[in-house]
Nanobody
Framework: GHLSESGGGVVQPGGSLTLSCATS????????MSWVRQAPGKGMEWITG????????YYTDSVKGRHTTSRDNAKNTVYLHLNSLKTEDTAMYYC?????????????????????WGQGTQVTVST
């Protein structure tokens, strides 16, 4: 499979951005999708995932209530809506999935579980 993120940029604290992840090469409607970020000097952090149908999403505590994820199965695209951005949200953002047979119908929360990654899109929150 192939994942390609877009929509990153520089934004002031309190601002908003929407990231998109276009997918191809696998049956998008059968797999959960996640967003993972890596802040400067830190490890990979899973922040949110959404099930294959798009009717259940999960969030890590640091983004809960501020960021949301959604998907459009007709467009094979998953989104990350970043709101009330803070300087600590500055990171490279990746969409990721386990597109192996073991990933069918399963949402993982650990970055090491994913076998398919995009190239990432940079989000910088700064005055």
């Amino acid at each position: 499979g192939h994942l390609s993120e877009s929509g990153g940029g520089v934004v002031q604290p309190g601002g908003s951005l929407t990231l998109s992840c276009a997918t191809s090469g696998f049956t998008f409607t059968k797999f959960a999708m996640s967003w993972v970020r890596q802040a400067p000097g830190k490890g990979m952090e899973w922040i949110t995932g959404i099930n294959s149908r798009g009717d259940s999403a999960y969030y890590t505590d640091s983004v809960k209530g501020r960021h949301t994820t959604s998907r459009d199965n007709a467009k094979n695209t998953v989104y990350l809506h970043l709101n009330s951005l803070k300087t600590e949200d500055t990171a490279m953002y990746y969409c990721a999935a386990d597109t192996s047979p073991g990933g069918l119908g399963t949402l993982y929360f650990v970055p090491a579980s994913f076998d398919t990654w995009g190239q990432g899109t940079q989000v910088t929150v700064s005055t």
